[in-house]
T-cell receptor, first 113, second 113 residues
Framework: KQEVTQIPAALSVPEGENLVLNCSFT??????LQWFRQDPGKGLTSLLL?????REQTSGRLNASLDKSSGRSTLYIAASQPGDSATYLC????????????FGTGTRLTIIP | DAGVTQSPTHLIKTRGQHVTLRCSPI?????VSWYQQVLGQGPQFIFQ???????GRGNFPDRFSARQFPNYSSELNVNALLLGDSALYLC????????????FGDGTRLSIL
């Protein structure tokens, strides 16, 4: 059974700092990994998708890496801004023929102005 | 283009009642998935439908059911509501046979009294 862990559960950093969010998963037989952002009371916004054959993906100030063999992914946010404050979730899709995503419990990020 | 739309936004029910939640996927997306997100947790997979057929089912009781219509919209039905069914219910759609990510709606907030 796939399990996804995100540590820390909460993180506060001053504006302008670079930061890294961590995600680990127990079963390396994944199809892809996706990072999401969730604002309070809202749905999920897709940030980055990494296929199992890829090592990293970049979008603007965001960079996500994937090390499938060690079961780890990181989301790097450069030059953090107050608008980056949200909960960040990672999710893995297995190779089971359906599109089930297994989520971590998220990291709640607060950027201090 | 419109994103994934869900209705209603909020719903209050009492124990034992029945509820129907609705989802319209992004135009062109034939795959729809449903997730339950309890406060403070990551979303949990309930169902996936593709071309009106169930392709995946999570670990939820038979009180939960769903269907997909010819226009690819979907309904999630929950019978005999329990207090523990209080959650944010999220719908996601994806363009099948592609490497595109899943896109989520803003969810339906269900409160059971």
């Amino acid at each position: 059974k796939q399990e996804v862990t995100q540590i820390p559960a909460a993180l506060s950093v001053p504006e302008g700092e670079n930061l890294v969010l961590n995600c680990s998963f127990t079963d390396s037989a994944i199809y892809n990994l996706q990072w999401f952002r969730q604002d309070p009371g809202k749905g999920l916004t897709s940030l980055l998708l990494i296929q199992s054959s890829q090592r990293e993906q970049t979008s603007g100030r965001l960079n996500a890496s994937l090390d499938k063999s060690s079961g780890r992914s990181t989301l790097y946010i450069a030059a953090s801004q107050p608008g980056d404050s949200a909960t960040y979730l990672c999710a893995v899709r297995g190779n089971f023929g359906n599109e089930k995503l297994t989520f971590g419990t998220g990291t709640r990020l607060t950027i201090i102005p | 283009d419109a994103g994934v739309t869900q209705s209603p936004t909020h719903l209050i029910k009492t124990r034992g009642q029945h509820v129907t939640l609705r989802c319209s996927p992004i135009s062109g997306h034939k795959s729809v998935s449903w997730y339950q997100q309890v406060l403070g947790q990551g979303p949990q997979f309930i169902f996936q439908y593709y071309e009106k057929e169930e392709r995946g089912r999570g670990n939820f009781p038979d009180r939960f059911s769903a269907r997909q219509f010819p226009n690819y919209s979907s309904e999630l039905n929950v019978n005999a509501l329990l207090l523990g069914d209080s959650a944010l219910y999220l719908c996601a759609s994806r363009q099948a046979y592609s490497n595109q990510p899943q896109h989520f709606g803003d969810g339906t907030r269900l409160s059971i009294l």
